[in-house]
């Protein structure tokens, strides 16, 4: 679509004219009329009427069609999550710019096109993605190529695709040695058990409907509050419960920086020299107003 060419034809009562170019010419044409229309002075204000004809179907009659596209890249964008493991902000931005120019075919890349894959993989974007972007730019992962559209554009470099490509192989090499479950106390075995065993079926829906990977985990350490199985968690514990319930393909470094990301909705307590995670009451009211009550 991005090097297809439309032609836009503009009728006044005494001329004629036409424009052709990429969707961005004629945008940018379509924009620069209706401001010229909105300032014209004249005595007489009369009705201004635009008429565009479309040689296709409507946008409706395409819609199944569009809906299993996005479902599609959304699952494509999930796998190389997965695969990536990102540990912070700038290596998710790494990953969509990554994805974008290796699946989807963007060579040159904008913060806007970066903060819609927020979206479609359901993460929560950050306060300033610019940042992450300039993390990766002082890293030689990107570089700055020019502007489009008022935006600044960029190109991944061999450096970054380089990085990526290392951080997918070692989390396949990973995931193989870590097929089996490993419990690091009988205590933690024995809590994982006794939550598989009082989980009702509607909190289990729940979890396995939830499709905001942050919110699945917020809510296993929200029913294990609840039921007062544990009140601090250790995030191999809810990485456990997510194999046992969903046959989870990810590992455990996936929660872990996930648990990193969802502060304040949840704090780290120390304990006997190890990290464990506790919901705030930020954390609880998210889940019991954002995440039960959601349909």
Same mark, same amino acid.
């Given at each position: 679509?991005?090097?297809?060419?439309?032609?836009?034809?503009?009728?006044?009562?005494?001329?004629?004219?036409?424009?052709?170019?990429?969707?961005?010419?004629?945008?940018?044409?379509?924009? /620069?009329?209706?401001?010229?229309?909105?300032?014209?002075?004249?005595? +007489?204000?009369?009705?201004?009427?635009?008429?565009?004809?479309?040689?296709?179907?409507?946008?409706?009659?395409?819609?199944?069609?569009?809906?299993?596209?996005?479902?599609?890249?959304? /699952?494509?964008?999930?796998?190389?999550?997965?695969?990536?493991?990102?540990?912070?902000?700038?290596?998710?931005?790494?990953?969509?710019?990554?994805?974008?120019?290796?699946?989807?075919?963007?060579?040159?890349?904008?913060? /806007?096109?970066?903060?819609?894959?927020?979206?479609?993989?359901?993460?929560?974007?950050?306060?300033?993605?610019?940042?992450?972007?300039?993390?990766? +730019?002082?890293?030689?992962?990107?570089?700055?190529?020019?502007?489009?559209?008022?935006?600044?554009?960029?190109?991944?470099?061999?450096?970054?695709?380089?990085?990526?490509?290392?951080?997918?192989?070692?989390?396949?090499?990973?995931?193989?040695?870590?097929?089996?479950?490993?419990?690091?106390?009988?205590?933690?075995?024995?809590?994982?058990?006794?939550?598989?065993?009082?989980?009702?079926? +509607?909190?289990?829906?729940?979890?396995?409907?939830?499709?905001?990977?942050?919110?699945? +985990?917020?809510?296993?350490?929200?029913?294990?509050?609840?039921?007062?199985?544990?009140?601090?968690?250790?995030?191999?514990?809810?990485?456990?419960?997510?194999?046992?319930?969903?046959?989870?393909?990810?590992?455990?470094?996936?929660?872990?920086?996930?648990?990193?990301?969802?502060?304040?909705?949840?704090?780290?307590?120390?304990?006997?020299?190890?990290?464990?995670?506790?919901?705030?009451?930020?954390?609880?009211?998210?889940?019991?107003?954002?995440?039960?009550?959601?349909?």
């Amino acid at each position: 679509m991005k090097d297809q060419e439309f032609l836009l034809t503009v009728h006044y009562l005494d001329e004629k004219y036409s424009v052709k170019g990429t969707p961005y010419v004629i945008e940018h044409h379509v924009k /620069k009329l209706l401001q010229d229309l909105q300032e014209e002075k004249g005595e +007489v204000q009369t009705d201004k009427e635009l008429k565009i004809q479309l040689n296709t179907y409507s946008p409706a009659k395409n819609e199944p069609s569009d809906k299993f596209e996005e479902e599609a890249e959304a /699952k494509k964008l999930k796998a190389l999550l997965d695969d990536v493991e990102p540990t912070s902000e700038w290596l998710v931005v790494l990953t969509f710019i990554y994805f974008l120019t290796h699946y989807q075919k963007e060579l040159l890349v904008t913060a /806007k096109a970066i903060s819609g894959l927020y979206l479609t993989s359901s993460l929560t974007p950050p306060g300033n993605v610019h940042l992450s972007i300039f993390q990766c +730019v002082n890293k030689g992962f990107l570089q700055l190529i020019g502007t489009s559209d008022s935006q600044q554009t960029y190109e991944i470099t061999s450096l970054g695709t380089k990085h990526i490509d290392d951080r997918i192989s070692y989390s396949q090499k990973s995931r193989k040695e870590d097929s089996e479950i490993y419990y690091e106390t009988e205590e933690q075995k024995s809590k994982v058990e006794k939550f598989l065993q009082e989980i009702s079926s +509607v909190e289990y829906e729940k979890i396995k409907k939830t499709k905001n990977f942050e919110d699945q +985990v917020l809510l296993i350490i929200y029913y294990l509050l609840k039921k007062g199985i544990s009140k601090q968690i250790r995030a191999l514990m809810i990485y456990q419960i997510l194999v046992h319930l969903n046959c989870y393909k990810g590992a455990p470094r996936s929660v872990q920086t996930t648990l990193s990301r969802a502060r304040p909705l949840v704090k780290k307590v120390k304990l006997n020299n190890k990290i464990y995670y506790k919901l705030t009451e930020e954390g609880k009211n998210h889940i019991e107003v954002r995440v039960l009550k959601a349909k």
